[in-house]
């Protein structure tokens, strides 16, 4: 091989490097360009999320307000059932009282 094919075959050898390199350029950026359409529905579906997330979150404070009247609600419900089982209690007692006396002024 002559000095003259050495550069010639150098010389090809980085044409195709460059026109490979090049290629891949091209080809990285096909596929990385997003479209202005592309871009309006990622907006669209942004808009979306932040509403579907804003939704939630008054859901999640609609539920916890909610749970919390229905535990003041069976708290107090737990309290007047306490305070109706003593008065019952009371209740049965006084009958039972008056159902003795009743009885010792029969026999009497």
């Given at each position: 091989?002559?000095?003259?094919?050495?550069?010639?075959?150098?010389?090809i050898?980085?044409?195709?490097?460059?026109?490979?390199?090049?290629?891949?350029?091209?080809?990285?950026?096909?596929?990385?360009?997003?479209?202005?359409?592309?871009?309006?529905?990622?907006?669209?579906?942004?808009q979306?999320?932040?509403?579907?997330?804003?939704?939630?979150?008054?859901?999640?404070?609609?539920?916890?307000?909610?749970?919390?009247?229905?535990?003041?609600?069976?708290?107090?419900?737990?309290?007047?059932?306490?305070?109706?089982?003593?008065?019952?209690?009371?209740?049965?007692?006084?009958?039972?009282?008056?159902?003795?006396?009743?009885?010792?002024?029969?026999?009497?």
């Amino acid at each position: 091989m002559n000095r003259t094919e050495f550069i010639v075959t150098t010389a090809i050898i980085l044409f195709v490097a460059f026109l490979l390199g090049w290629f891949a350029h091209w080809l990285v950026h096909r596929f990385k360009r997003v479209s202005q359409a592309d871009m309006d529905q990622l907006e669209k579906m942004s808009q979306e999320l932040h509403e579907a997330e804003e939704t939630r979150d008054q859901a999640i404070t609609y539920l916890q307000q909610r749970e919390a009247e229905l535990t003041n609600q069976l708290a107090q419900t737990e309290a007047e059932l306490g305070a109706a089982m003593d008065g019952l209690r009371e209740a049965r007692s006084d009958a039972e009282e008056m159902r003795v006396y009743v009885e010792r002024m029969n026999q009497a």
